[in-house]
Structures are given as C-alpha cells and as structure tokens.
C-alpha cells in the first residue's frame, strides 16, 4: 500500500488515504479509471490507422509518436506484435519510395528495432549527404589559393 500511495498523483492520494487493504486500494483505481478505455481506444485506433512518415519531420519523431499510440492500445488491451509493426511501417512508406519499401522487406527484419535502427542510419547518412551537397555543390570546384602561383 505504501508503494501504491507514493507512486500515486497526489490528488488521488488523499482519496485514498483510508483505504488500507492494497486490493481494495487497486479495484478503486480501476473503477475511477476503467472508462478511460472507452474513449482512450477509439482515439488511439483512429491515430493507427491514419500514421504516415509523411507527417514527420523526421524518424525519431515517428517511431515516437508509434510508440505512444501501441502503448495507448496496449492499456486499452489490444495486442501489438512485432509483425504488426514491421508491417505498419512497410504499408506507411511514400508511393515514391516502393522500391525502397521493397528492399527493406526483402531484407527480412524480424524486430521492429532492426528495420527503425536499419532506418535510422539510412536517415543520418541521407542528411550528412545533403550536408555535403550544400557546402560543395556538384560542378563547384574550390577556388584557387592567391598564392598558390
């Protein structure tokens, strides 16, 4: 019970202060709680189904914003596996990036970790390229030194 109280939002603390028995103490909770998963989960399948890339700026905000939603579903008691987030993000690809899409299927991830780490790294290196690009655009040579003659 001790354990239960200190981890408790403080508001709630003193509504539970007489409530001795850790049991009872939980079914309270639940009982103010439980129809958080009726407006919870329609929300979070709604926010599932409508997940682009498009929508990020970039692949951490995403794989974020995933992680939020199938926690969501998982409180509301929804199962989320590993194929079903390999497959979420393969489905969610640009239409100009199917043959991308392709090669990473082919690549056969089992984990969702493997396919975001994969993901990651090919997100870092595209941006370390346009990095480049910009400071030494195609076609520019540098600029000879004065005194190199």
């Not at 019970?1 to 408790?8: K, M, P, S, T």
Request: with cysteine.
């Amino acid at each position: 019970v001790v354990f239960l109280r200190y981890h408790i939002d403080d508001g709630l603390k003193y509504d539970c202060l007489t409530v001795k028995n850790p049991l009872e103490l939980w079914q309270n909770l639940n009982d103010r709680y439980e129809h958080l998963k009726t407006v919870v989960l329609p929300k979070a399948l709604n926010d599932w189904s409508q997940l682009r890339f498009q929508d990020f700026k970039t692949l951490s905000e995403y794989n974020s914003t995933l992680f939020k939603i199938v926690l969501q579903l998982k409180m509301c008691g929804e199962v989320i596996t590993e194929d079903m987030l390999l497959e979420k993000t393969y489905r969610i690809f640009h239409a100009s990036n199917v043959l991308l899409q392709q090669q990473y299927r082919l690549h056969g991830f089992k984990k969702y970790r493997e396919l975001i780490g994969s993901l990651l790294i090919a997100e870092q290196n595209n941006e370390l390229l346009l990095q480049n690009h910009e400071n030494h655009q195609t076609g520019s040579a540098p600029l000879p030194e004065v005194n190199a003659t």
